[in-house]
């Protein structure tokens, strides 16, 4: 009985030292960025994500995947479905941790990957829309009305609208 328990032990401490936790995913996937092994910090991300819901490296982890996937620096995912990608891990962090310090630039994030990468302009126009009457007084406000105003427009007509304006 008593080598039973101390084999049990053994195997305890073993997988114990083994098994990964959020810190130690996180604290990778930051070696990982800084080395600019993207993919692999990228994989680290998404398994907090999805093994941890309720890390509380969780709100840092969607802002830095929602921005690498916008980057598209995971090359093997298809460009539409990187952008969609972006769009989901921005709305997350927004709609789970609405008072975060990223909270306001993930909402303009979703508006802009919308209006400009996957051509939703009708979803963008809410969502900027939504920002300003959330933030007003953001430093990405007259962005957000700026986008807003010129939804559709090919980015040559804006130049040449502004040009006249001056």
Same mark, same amino acid.
């Given at each position: 009985m008593k080598n039973i328990i101390v084999v049990a032990l053994i195997l305890? #401490?073993?997988?114990?030292?083994?098994?990964?936790n959020d810190q130690s995913l996180y604290d990778n996937a930051g070696k990982f960025s800084k080395e600019q092994k993207f993919n692999e910090a990228m994989k680290n991300y998404e398994k907090i994500i999805n093994e941890f819901p309720e890390s509380k490296y969780k709100a840092e982890v969607l802002f830095e995947l929602g921005k690498m996937f916008q980057a598209r620096m995971? %090359?093997?995912?298809?460009?539409? %479905? #990187?952008y969609e990608k972006s769009k989901k891990y921005f709305a997350m962090l927004y709609k789970e941790f609405p008072k975060n310090k990223n909270a306001a630039s993930s909402l303009f994030m979703v508006g802009f990957i919308q209006a400009n990468l996957l051509n939703q302009l009708d979803s963008a126009k809410i969502i900027y829309n939504k920002f300003l009457k959330e933030f007003p007084n953001h430093p990405m406000a007259e962005s957000a009305k700026a986008e807003v105003e010129n939804l559709g427009v090919p980015p040559e007509e804006i130049i040449f609208k502004e040009e006249s304006a001056k």
């Amino acid at each position: 009985m008593k080598n039973i328990i101390v084999v049990a032990l053994i195997l305890i #401490s073993i997988i114990a030292c083994n098994s990964e936790n959020d810190q130690s995913l996180y604290d990778n996937a930051g070696k990982f960025s800084k080395e600019q092994k993207f993919n692999e910090a990228m994989k680290n991300y998404e398994k907090i994500i999805n093994e941890f819901p309720e890390s509380k490296y969780k709100a840092e982890v969607l802002f830095e995947l929602g921005k690498m996937f916008q980057a598209r620096m995971d %090359k093997a995912t298809p460009e539409i %479905k #990187s952008y969609e990608k972006s769009k989901k891990y921005f709305a997350m962090l927004y709609k789970e941790f609405p008072k975060n310090k990223n909270a306001a630039s993930s909402l303009f994030m979703v508006g802009f990957i919308q209006a400009n990468l996957l051509n939703q302009l009708d979803s963008a126009k809410i969502i900027y829309n939504k920002f300003l009457k959330e933030f007003p007084n953001h430093p990405m406000a007259e962005s957000a009305k700026a986008e807003v105003e010129n939804l559709g427009v090919p980015p040559e007509e804006i130049i040449f609208k502004e040009e006249s304006a001056k």
